[in-house]
């Protein structure tokens, strides 16, 4: 039986802000591991079983970014679905589920197939554990049930939603996060799990039940899925048909109501990392039971998390706070509040800010770059272009910029003039003048751009060709 990974990757992890953002969220950060991201992790676990090439639902802004952490931990072929607009993980599975049919009967498995739907933000340390749960689930699956995982809790928990469970994996009851007093009564009873979201079913199995219990959200995903287009490693969906898809998530739209729900209890280590304080409650701890991440100088303090991106942080005599570093923004919060990170991440978007969206570093799919000083009519980028790779032919309307090779070769193109430039080699490129930049060479090209003019901002670019099908 083959089992294809269905990575739900569309959140932005704003509780998680500084360190999470629009542009670069939560799941593309390595908050547990040195090496891999929340999302890397989540594919990783799942080689040690007989899987298939994975699809990934993201959205647009994240697609890039996604495709870069694939092919990093050697992920060569993978269907990438860009949802057009957030709907929740109804129509999220479904698009999956409609992707599944078609790259499956290609190759005549489909009927020897099942979906594993793994959000993109959970960790999981105890793989055998994972396994076990598995292997029990796709004997369920392959019998034609709709089976989802629960966790079996450890403590009265608020944040989460509850299955009670039944015989024979039957599910009983599915329960909205409850307050303290029910979430210890669950507890106590023994009968009540942890609602994970994962989930194991085959792609027709679950589009029949969407079909018989939320017929529209079924028509309007596969009426937009039927009009998609293919975009180098992505499937774009029809954006307004998709649009017109109601929102809702799998547990109200299906879960609650087929007959075919069977839950497997799964009895090691989980946590989504939702905000800062689950992050530490998971992450391993000092004597003082302090998690220090970074550059950290710690006297006297205790039961704190404090994390450095780019300088020293040092902290005395304070007790559960969290501190997040990061070059541009600084998270100071009593433990106890981290649910309200939103709110200030809300007051920054009001304040038509931009600490919301972006770090000072910007990854793109030609490398990335590094905000170095921003003033009123300049602004001093660190650019790095990876081997092979061209920025977009473009120009800007009031800006102009100077461009100064520190490492590798540049193959520019100014107005007219192609030229090469090498280590402590320049050109100027006047506002108004089509220009491109490259790195025709073997290691990475770093350069540093010096902007001037009366707007800098990032809208201010006219591309008349780009090799990454932009248009912004």
Request: net charge negative.
């Given at each position: 039986?083959k089992i294809?990974p269905i990575?739900?990757?569309?959140?932005?992890?704003s509780?998680?802000?500084?360190?999470?953002?629009?542009?670069?969220?939560?799941?593309?950060?390595?908050?547990?591991?040195?090496?891999?991201?929340?999302?890397?992790?989540?594919?990783?676990?799942?080689?040690?079983?007989?899987?298939?090439?994975?699809?990934?639902?993201?959205?647009?802004?994240?697609?890039?970014?996604?495709?870069?952490q694939?092919?990093?931990?050697?992920?060569?072929?993978?269907?990438?679905?860009?949802?057009?607009?957030?709907?929740?993980?109804?129509?999220?599975?479904?698009?999956?589920?409609?992707?599944?049919q078609?790259?499956?009967?290609?190759?005549?498995?489909?009927?020897?197939?099942?979906?594993l739907?793994?959000?993109?933000?959970?960790?999981?340390r105890?793989?055998?554990?994972f396994?076990?749960?598995i292997?029990?689930?796709?004997?369920?699956?392959?019998k034609?049930?709709?089976?989802?995982?629960?966790?079996?809790?450890?403590?009265?928990?608020?944040?989460?939603?509850?299955?009670r469970?039944?015989?024979d994996f039957?599910?009983?009851?599915?329960?909205e996060?409850p307050?303290?007093?029910?979430?210890?009564?669950?507890?106590e009873?023994?009968?009540?799990?942890?609602?994970?979201?994962?989930?194991l079913f085959?792609?027709?199995?679950?589009?029949?039940?969407?079909s018989?219990?939320?017929?529209d959200?079924?028509?309007?995903?596969?009426?937009a899925?039927?009009?998609r287009?293919?975009?180098?490693?992505?499937?774009?969906?029809?954006?307004?048909?998709?649009?017109?898809?109601p929102?809702?998530?799998?547990?109200?739209?299906?879960?609650?109501?087929?007959?075919?729900?069977?839950?497997?209890?799964y009895h090691?280590?989980?946590?989504?990392?939702?905000?800062?304080?689950a992050?530490?409650?998971?992450s391993?701890?000092?004597?003082?039971?302090?998690?220090?991440?970074?550059?950290?100088?710690?006297?006297?303090?205790s039961?704190?998390?404090?994390?450095?991106?780019?300088?020293l942080?040092?902290?005395?005599?304070v007790?559960?706070?969290?501190?997040?570093?990061?070059?541009?923004?600084?998270?100071?919060?009593d433990?106890?509040?981290?649910?309200?990170?939103?709110?200030?991440?809300?007051?920054i978007?009001?304040?038509?800010?931009?600490?919301?969206?972006?770090?000072?570093?910007?990854?793109?799919?030609?490398?990335?770059?590094?905000?170095?000083d921003?003033?009123?009519?300049?602004?001093?980028?660190?650019?790095?272009?990876?081997?092979?790779?061209?920025?977009?032919?473009?120009?800007?309307?009031?800006?102009?910029?100077?461009?100064?090779?520190?490492?590798?070769t540049?193959?520019?193109q100014n107005?007219?003039?192609?030229?090469?430039?090498?280590e402590?080699?320049?050109?100027y490129i006047?506002?108004?003048?089509?220009?491109?930049?490259?790195?025709?060479?073997k290691?990475?090209?770093q350069?540093?751009?010096?902007q001037?003019?009366s707007?800098?901002?990032?809208?201010?670019?006219?591309?008349?060709?780009?090799?990454?099908?932009?248009?912004?």
């Open positions: 039986m294809i990575i739900l990757s569309g959140g932005v992890g509780r998680l802000w500084p360190l999470s953002r629009e542009h670069y969220p939560k799941q593309c950060l390595p908050l547990t591991d040195k090496e891999y991201s929340l999302l890397q992790q989540t594919l990783l676990r799942t080689q040690s079983l007989e899987v298939g090439n994975p699809i990934v639902v993201c959205n647009e802004d994240h697609r890039f970014l996604i495709a870069q694939l092919q990093s931990i050697g992920v060569k072929k993978s269907s990438i679905l860009l949802e057009p607009k957030g709907r929740n993980t109804a129509p999220a599975i479904a698009l999956a589920a409609f992707e599944t078609r790259t499956q009967s290609e190759i005549a498995e489909l009927s020897d197939t099942l979906m739907v793994l959000p993109a933000d959970h960790v999981i105890d793989i055998a554990a396994e076990e749960t292997t029990q689930a796709v004997e369920l699956a392959k034609g049930a709709l089976v989802t995982f629960g966790v079996q809790p450890t403590c009265p928990e608020t944040g989460y939603g509850y299955i469970s039944g015989e039957a599910v009983a009851e599915f329960v996060k307050n303290l007093e029910k979430a210890q009564a669950y507890l009873s023994g009968e009540y799990l942890w609602n994970s979201g994962m989930f085959s792609a027709k199995a679950y589009l029949d039940e969407l018989a219990h939320r017929n959200i079924f028509q309007s995903v596969q009426n899925y039927q009009q287009s293919e975009d180098m490693d992505f499937v774009r969906i029809d954006a307004q048909l998709f649009a017109e898809c929102e809702e998530s799998i547990d109200f739209a299906v879960m609650e109501k087929t007959k075919k729900a069977k839950v497997v209890p090691g280590d989980w946590s989504d990392i939702g905000a800062w304080d992050l530490y409650d998971y391993d701890k000092d004597s003082d039971q302090n998690v220090l991440l970074g550059d950290v100088m710690s006297e006297g303090s039961n704190c998390l404090i994390r450095s991106e780019s300088r942080v040092a902290a005395v005599g007790k559960d706070l969290v501190i997040v570093e990061t070059a541009d923004a600084i998270l100071v919060m433990k106890n509040n981290a649910q309200d990170v939103k709110k200030i991440v809300k007051r978007q009001t304040e038509d800010r931009e600490e919301h969206m972006y770090h000072t570093q910007v990854h793109r799919p030609w490398g990335s770059y590094e905000t170095v921003l003033g009123e009519r300049h602004q001093v980028k660190r650019i790095t272009v990876k081997p092979g790779e061209k920025l977009s032919v473009q120009m800007h309307h009031h800006r102009a910029e100077h461009w100064v090779v520190v490492s590798g540049a193959k520019v107005g007219d003039q192609e030229i090469l430039l090498t402590n080699e320049s050109t006047p506002v108004g003048v089509v220009h491109a930049l490259e790195n025709p060479g290691i990475l090209l350069l540093v751009e010096v001037s003019g707007y800098l901002g990032e809208d201010d670019i006219v591309r008349f060709s780009d090799r990454y099908g932009r248009s912004k």
